[in-house]
């Protein structure tokens, strides 16, 4: 079990596909369906058939490259995303579908005797053109005939006239789903996007969970008043009820929340916003994470009361809308005790820790035992041309995942 991937050759598959949906500002342009997206695809197909893997493009446009495949025994999957978000940098998703192609090419390569299949998958708009992990909800049968023709991007343009621009047929994509016994164990390997591994010197992160959310659009109504005429102790300032609220986001973290909690004001809005009016609105959004559910039912009662304990003080009113709710999603215990355990035989110190970004195996883990592998972010950089991640990291965390995806082929599974 000495297999270690051809980091020379993955470095050159890195790079080459970073030049593919470049434009002059140096950004990528991948969105699922332009296309910068065909000739991503276009690369990926071409690279899995000089690697002699057998293709399959299913309903959803998801590609997959396949290594024994028979049609009966479920594969061991890996994969990412080749879209990106507008002026992308170069790793985010690409990385983890060359990882998994280069896996794949050395198992081929010595020619490892095989329980399972294995397969490397391109997941289809993962980025959300059309609103996000189409390929991998699609493979896990969350699409329904509505959501597909539903689908718009930010112009307006239909999944549905998108893809058959590009000779699919979407409705096809209901017909991607899997048969959760088909596929054995999925595994991801990404760029954290965040700052972690790379300020705490780690080359491999274990990803355990990936955090769910709760996002609220909040506003706070007093009433609009002369700033000279109106004593301080006859205002009804809606900002002052903002501000009241928003010093105690870390007090009701830290009595309610866990060590990952995070909790974000990001857009406020004034109203009349003038430098000579008491504020008479505040419209702002609450955005709150964390990577267990409970805690974050916890969160959501904490900050309604403070919201509310807060209005009465001020003498406001306040409303919330929910703009949207994510569940959190807990990896395969398993996977991580074995990841973990083969950093550790490869000499490689790695970190158990969340996800903060949502990624396909979100959607993977409820259709299988499925984990992450991060490699660190350079200053914690993505979706932007800065995105970096050194060779030494990648190649580390390559190994990692190759290395498992060898030892599922020896496990007999309890669970
Ligand atoms: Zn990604």
Request: proline fraction near 3%; charge should be negative.
């Amino acid at each position: 079990m000495s297999l270690t991937i051809n980091s020379e050759r993955l470095k050159q598959d890195i790079e080459d596909l970073a030049r593919v949906g470049r434009m002059d500002d140096t950004g990528i342009y991948r969105m699922a369906f332009s296309e910068g997206d065909m000739a991503g695809r276009q690369w990926f197909k071409q690279k899995l058939e000089q690697a002699g893997l057998e293709i399959y493009e299913d309903g959803a446009a998801n590609i997959h490259g396949r290594l024994n495949w028979d049609g009966e025994t479920p594969s061991v999957m890996t994969g990412s995303h080749l879209d990106t978000v507008p002026g992308a940098g170069h790793l985010d998703g690409a990385l983890g579908v060359v990882v998994g192609l280069e896996c794949l090419r050395r198992v081929k390569e010595e020619n490892v005797k095989l329980r399972y299949p294995l397969e490397v998958v391109a997941f289809t708009d993962e980025e959300g053109r059309f609103g996000g992990m189409l390929g991998s909800q699609s493979i896990a049968g969350k699409l329904t005939p509505e959501s597909i023709l539903n689908a718009v991007d930010l112009d307006g343009v239909k999944l549905v006239d998108a893809m058959k621009q590009q000779g699919y047929d979407a409705m096809q994509a209901l017909h991607a789903r899997r048969n959760p016994d088909s596929i054995h164990t999925f595994l991801e390997l990404h760029i954290e996007q965040g700052p972690i591994l790379d300020q705490m010197g780690f080359s491999v992160g274990v990803v355990d969970a990936i955090t769910g959310l709760f996002r609220w659009e909040v506003s706070l109504i007093g009433t609009p008043n002369h700033a000279g005429t109106t004593p301080m102790h006859m205002r009804n300032d809606a900002f002052q009820a903002l501000a009241g609220f928003s010093s105690q986001i870390q007090r009701i973290l830290d009595e309610n929340g866990s060590e990952r909690s995070v909790a974000t004001i990001g857009k406020v809005h004034i109203s009349p916003g003038a430098a000579n009016v008491v504020p008479g609105r505040v419209e702002f959004s609450l955005d709150v994470r964390d990577t267990d559910k409970g805690v974050l039912d916890e969160l959501r009662n904490a900050f309604r009361r403070a919201l509310s304990a807060i209005a009465r003080r001020h003498d406001v009113m306040f409303e919330f809308t929910v703009l949207s709710e994510i569940q959190p999603v807990k990896c395969d215990v398993g996977l991580i005790k074995e990841l973990i355990a083969v950093a550790d035989s490869l000499k490689i110190p790695s970190l158990q820790m969340a996800s903060g970004a949502a990624h396909d195996t979100q959607f993977m883990v409820t259709i299988t035992r499925a984990a992450m592998v991060f490699v660190p972010s350079k200053e914690g950089r993505s979706h932007s041309v800065a995105e970096w991640t050194d060779m030494e990291h990648i190649e580390k965390g390559s190994n990692v995942l190759c290395r498992l995806q060898l030892i599922r082929q020896k496990e007999i599974f309890s669970s």
